[in-house]
């Protein structure tokens, strides 16, 4: 297997929005779970996303699990690495965005890496170095109140100079526009000046097709599935990716379908609302769940009671009043794992009940689930919502399907949308 393209992904929910952008601009693309086994037999591929759990972690271990990564990837012939990160830039003025960066650009001698979450087909856009979620800044949007990390600040130069060794430079949109030499141009007068990153302004997919053709002339970027987009449509001009044809369509899964949600972003809270017309749903008491552990056999007693009824949703999300109360009392950190943990095991005891059919909304609460269940890695299907695919288990008997939603993604129907998407 020769790679085209390698991806390291901070989350479990942004490889597959990641594996999902490039399976749809014609790569053929796995998601694995963390670095593959020798013994993985992977399909032949264009792209793998080696999803990881290094949004929140400490930043040293964050960047040692992102340069085996990217070893692994290196070792199959990947002659790029895309570090995947959250179109809202979720992280903290303690990392991972930025030595992660700092460490993959090391580890192979690069220049300043091109780095945007510009994501306009969700809302994401860059401009003048602040992020963009929808009309609102970063700093204005849902995403103040993020549980792990409140983002506060949109002007992203500041953000990841805080989190940087180099300077971190700005790429204006003007010159973006001005096309692929203009931008090579600033990034040699940037590297001139010891730049170690530069924020790269992007609103619409033209100009991160022009930025995905100049962030292959270098071996690291950092960026959103709209950096993965650029590259990928970039990848298909130059003839690098080999006509795949479509695809067999996967056989339905069936069996019993079931929805976790963990994130407490506004859209979440807004897509249980919704189910709670067409399907029974469990609201759990975050505190008990994160200090009882026998919350977690009451809500699988509950969802066995529910069983005929079809698709159950159990939730642990709240809004942000909430979610600051459980943190007051428990720590932010300790909270979020401790609810996380717990959700991993509802999770599990769902599937040893029959489960077939999983819907997960959250990134951290998806990287729980998925750890617990040991997934090794999955095949990418149909669309759901921009960012989030149907994912077949690979290698898994009996066969199962699973959704794993960004707390951000998804239309207010959503995980009806779902359910509809993996029969
Ligand atoms: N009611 C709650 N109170 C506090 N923290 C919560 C609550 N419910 C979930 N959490 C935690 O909030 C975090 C949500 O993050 P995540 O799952 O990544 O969602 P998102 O995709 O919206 O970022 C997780 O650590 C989760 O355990
Ligand atoms: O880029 C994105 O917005 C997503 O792919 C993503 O990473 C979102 O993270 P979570 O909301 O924590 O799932």
């Not at 070792?75 to 179109?87: E, T, W």
């Not at 220049?111 to 170095?129: C, I, K, N, S, W």
Request: include cysteine; glycine fraction near 12%.
């Amino acid at each position: 297997m020769t790679l085209v393209l390698g991806c390291v992904a901070d989350d479990y929910t942004g490889a597959s929005d990641l594996a999902n952008t490039l399976s749809k601009a014609g790569l053929r693309t796995v998601q694995t779970i963390g670095v593959p086994r020798d013994d993985m037999a992977l399909p032949p591929v264009d792209a793998v996303v080696v999803a990881l759990k290094s949004r929140s972690i400490p930043a040293a271990e964050a960047v040692e699990r992102s340069l085996a990564a990217d070893r692994w990837l290196r070792g199959r012939g990947a002659g790029h690495v895309l570090f995947k990160i959250c179109s809202t830039f979720d992280s903290t003025d303690a990392g991972n965005i930025g030595p992660v960066t700092d460490a993959l650009r090391a580890e192979i001698g690069a220049g300043p890496a091109l780095v945007t979450p510009a994501f306009p087909e969700t809302g994401r856009t860059v401009y003048l170095g602040h992020l963009f979620v929808g009309t609102v800044p970063l700093h204005e949007s849902p995403l103040k109140d993020h549980p792990l990390n409140p983002m506060r600040d949109s002007n992203l130069v500041r953000v990841l100079g805080r989190q940087s060794k180099a300077p971190v430079a700005l790429l204006p949109l003007a010159t973006v526009e001005a096309g692929p030499q203009a931008v090579r141009d600033a990034i040699g007068h940037h590297a001139a000046e010891g730049a170690g990153a530069i924020i790269a302004d992007a609103v619409l997919d033209r100009h991160l097709e022009t930025l995905g053709v100049v962030a292959l002339d270098q071996p690291v970027s950092t960026g959103a599935s709209g950096l993965g987009l650029g590259i990928a449509r970039a990848l298909v001009a130059a003839g690098r990716i080999a006509a795949s044809g479509a695809g067999q369509a996967p056989a339905a899964i069936g069996g019993p379908a079931a929805i976790l949600a963990g994130s407490c972003s506004q859209a979440t809270l807004g897509q249980i609302a919704a189910a709670e017309r067409s399907m029974p749903v469990l609201r759990l008491d975050p505190e008990a769940l994160a200090g009882d552990p026998g919350e977690v056999g009451r809500a699988l007693a509950w969802a066995e009671r529910h069983r005929t009824e079809g698709p159950v949703l159990i939730a642990s999300s709240a809004p942000p009043e909430q979610v600051a109360a459980v943190q007051r009392k428990l720590g932010r950190d300790a909270a979020g794992h401790a609810i996380e943990q717990a959700m991993a095991r509802i999770a599990l005891g769902l599937v040893e009940a029959g489960v077939r059919r999983l819907v997960v909304a959250g990134g951290e609460t998806s990287g729980a689930v998925v750890d617990a269940l040991a997934l090794p890695a999955f095949r990418i299907g149909a669309e759901i919502a921009p960012g989030v695919p149907v994912l077949y288990a690979v290698g898994r008997e009996p066969p199962m399907v699973l959704a794993l939603k960004s707390g951000n993604f998804g239309g207010p129907e959503f995980f009806t949308d779902a359910l509809r998407a993996m029969p």
